[in-house]
């Protein structure tokens, strides 16, 4: 018997564009009084030119650096002094900022995302001080801890071949200390228009009198023509490669397998059951790679499954992967690990999937979609990328339902597909490898078998 | 100063008021055998947050390994059911139970879809009644834990805190971070089991609710679930640490470090003492939040760091503040002569008016988004109720905050923020930064 998990009452949505071609998404709920606004702008990593990698990322510091009637630093000083909080971040296909704030303060919210989207201040300055900024970040994130940037910014450099696919999104040194305020500006023309973006807002608002402060706020940034982004797919992988990370720092060996999926957008039927099976292989102790890796043949300490480079199933477009991530003692071996996982992978392969197995996760992705649903950043986020890439904001709903109706079919097909000729292995070693110190560029390709 | 174009010039609307927090439909009783239970309609979704705190504070090295392995074996298995069924009845139900130890308590956590919570409070019944703690599973979470110990103290925040916390409160519980691989290595199964017997209690332990339930009916399955949990508390809580004496700049040697891990920490008011709403308001103005003086100095003027910050933790027996920024190595005495120095203004000078109203709001602010979640409100809930506090503080500090002046701050910095009242730890790489750190203060390997 399939368990029904609860559905939220669909939520409201109301949509306009602007006549500068800002596409607007309101979604009222009076039950505290906060509201989240986010803004999506359709341009993230993969769209950053060859030569400036880690640009987007930056651009993105940038955008907080002040613009016409905000100064520096003064965004967040608005935003938290009206009691709300504040951030933004930078994805493979958008970069988003958004904040959480009191209801009173929407309209102090709407004109800050507004000023900046209209005439933020770029500035030979400004540009220094967040290049400095962001090598820190990516010290304290990635050069200098163990396992940094594994494998979100090393295993796409063996999984893809295209530069937009492949390359590390945080940005090398060089690149980051090369980036000019005419590349910021350019930048900033082509990506920034009013029509490139989706401006998302949940909470406690009243929908006419919203529309009518956004109008009030956006509509006079002029129009900008914008080109739709460019498929990013890579044609399939015929075999398997295999690549070796060394890591001095860490403890410990590691390893991540990834596997390309089926197009999020053009093929979400076939793109979903992939969802499900990372959560039959390794949601909780009762999941498939917990009980084989971990609990019987003590293989691995930590085994995880997940879609997409960046952590999240539903925001990115054709590439995405599937990534299963182990960390494991010395004694273990890459292969005893591979052996193992395909050995499981086959089994499910071979139809040895349990209707409850599947019912038991679907009822985790219906309450961990509720659990996000609760939060006014979190449905203004979901509904910004979804009308963004899908011109569907309802699917925020909708994918609760469709993720229960996956047939175990469907899943057992799906794990009939993660087969070792189609996948991208990197395999984490915890020495110093050749003796290179930095780590910055530190993916050796061994072979391509 | 830039000219902005006539085109461009716009008014920034006013914020807008303050959301005034209302108290939630609450239930908050003592059952039968202790456990105290917070219950809190919050309906939005149809699910409910589960928090379970219980006194585990134990003096010795050996209590915290065997606390720590305990909270990763509590779900291990009871005689009815292995792991892996207790897993999979839980996960059917949409939930997820996990639990964690630290120097004050055993904390179970969790959430599930509303319709499932009889069955949910059920498992956590027969695991706080039954958990058996098999040999095998034992092994294989001590074996784990182990290799988590050896990824964790790999890191140099974990290392850190671990070598402030122990210049602060030594041979306190709160000096000790995480257990040593060999205590862990010595824990055997059966002490589990006896830990569990001995200190796994009602008495003294909370639980709090929060979600689509309601807040009285619900008692009748709470008490139903967990009636069969009894037990007195063998523990007593800890003694406060005694007070810190600050002395030279520790060093942690960490070579080749491109960063050095700058932390700097000491005590802090407890949050009834009277200091309390006046330093969380000073600490937000020296680097509590972004628009902090030293976020604008360290970061967005001089660019030596990516998140400097200053916060405020209350344990059960002591606060403590401490102040966290990750710099390149080059400037690691500048960025401590920075720091220092904001430090010494915020102590010794009255901050801007400006700037007080700014962290006030801040602060009011993002207490009501805090409890505008099930789950922020519950996690909120839960570490004011195990410390003895409840609701009416979402309600009673706003207005304490509301009331603390620029002196008020002035004699809050003087005593709590003074940099000589702080001991500062770096790690990083010594030879590259041990001298020129000795022009500021007196150093000394760890």
Known sequence: ?449 | MTVVQDDLVRTVPAAGPLPELTLPPLSDTRLDGGLRVVAVRRAGVPLVELRLRVPFAGHGAAHLARATLLADALFSGTADHDNVALAATVQRMGGSMSARADADRLAVGGSVLAAELPGFLDVLGEVLTGAAYPGDQVDGERDRLVQRLAVARSQPGVRAAEALSRQLYGDHPYGRELPEVDDVAAVAAADLRALHAERVAPEGAVLVLVGDLDPDEVLGGVASALGAWRGAAAGAALDPPPVPQPGPVLVVDRPGSVQTTIRMGGPAPRRHDPDHAALKLGNLVFGGYFSSRLVANIRERRGYTYSPHSGIDHAAAASTLTVAADVATEVTAPALLETTYELGRVATLPVEPQELEAARRYAVGTLALSTATQAGLASTLAALVADGLDATYLVDHPRALQTVTVDDVRAAARRWLAPRALQTVLVGDAAAIRDEVATLADVAPA
């Open chain 1, 1 to 449: 018997m399939a368990l029904s998990p609860a559905r939220p009452r669909p939520r409201q949505i109301a949509r306009t564009t602007l006549a500068n071609g800002l596409r607007v998404v309101l979604a009222p709920d009076p039950s505290a009084p906060v509201v989240g606004v986010a803004v999506y702008y359709d341009v993230g990593i993969r769209s950053e030119p060859e030569g400036r990698t880690g640009f987007a990322h930056l651009f993105e510091h940038l955008m907080f650096q002040g613009s016409a009637n905000v100064g520096k630093t003064e965004h967040f000083t608005h935003v938290q002094s009206a009691g709300g909080t504040l951030n933004g971040s930078t994805h493979l296909d958008y970069t988003n900022y958004y904040e959480i704030l009191p209801s009173g303060a929407l309209e102090l919210a709407l004109f800050l995302e507004a000023d900046r989207m209209r005439s933020v201040r770029l500035t030979q300055e400004n540009l220094e001080n967040q290049v400095a900024v962001v090598q820190e970040e990516i010290r304290v994130n990635v050069l200098n801890r163990p396992y940094g940037g594994f494998p979100w910014i090393l295993l796409p450099g063996v999984l893809f071949d295209t530069f937009p696919n492949a390359h590390n999104g945080y940005g090398d040194f060089t690149d980051l200390e090369a980036a000019t305020l005419d590349d910021a500006r350019d930048f900033f023309d082509r990506y920034y228009a009013p029509a490139n973006a989706v401006l998302s807002v949940a909470g406690d608002l009243d929908v006419d009198a919203t529309l009518a402060m956004v109008e009030r706020h956006f509509g006079d940034i002029p129009e900008r023509a914008v080109t739709p982004p460019p498929s990013f797919a890579e044609p399939p992988l015929t075999a398997q490669r295999r690549a070796v990370h060394h890591d001095r720092l860490a403890p410990q060996p590691a390893l991540a397998v990834g596997w390309r999926l089926p197009d999020p957008l053009g093929r979400l039927d076939d793109f979903l059951p992939y969802v499900l099976l990372a959560e039959v292989l390794t949601d909780g102790d009762a999941s498939r790679l917990e009980r084989r890796l971990v609990q019987r043949d003590h293989l691995v300490s930590e085994v995880e499954a997940g879609i997409g480079v960046m952590g999240s199933a539903i925001d990115a477009r054709d590439p995405t992967p599937l990534i299963v991530e182990t960390r494991h003692p010395a004694g273990t071996t890459t292969d005893a690990v591979l052996a193992a996982l395909d050995d499981e992978l086959a089994r499910l392969a071979g139809g040895d999937l349990e209707p409850d197995e599947l019912e038991r996760v679907q009822a985790r992705l219906a309450s961990r979609s509720l659990r996000a649903n609760d939060s006014v950043m979190g449905r203004a986020q979901l509904h910004a990328v979804l009308e963004q890439q899908r011109g569907r904001a309802e699917l925020a709903d909708e994918l609760p339902v469709l993720l229960g109706a996956v047939t175990p079919d469907q899943v057992v097909a799906a794990a009939g597909t993660l087969t070792p000729d189609e996948r991208a292995v990197l395999e984490l070693v915890p020495d110093g490898g050749d003796g290179s110190a930095g780590r910055a560029d530190a993916v050796t390709r061994e072979a391509r078998a």
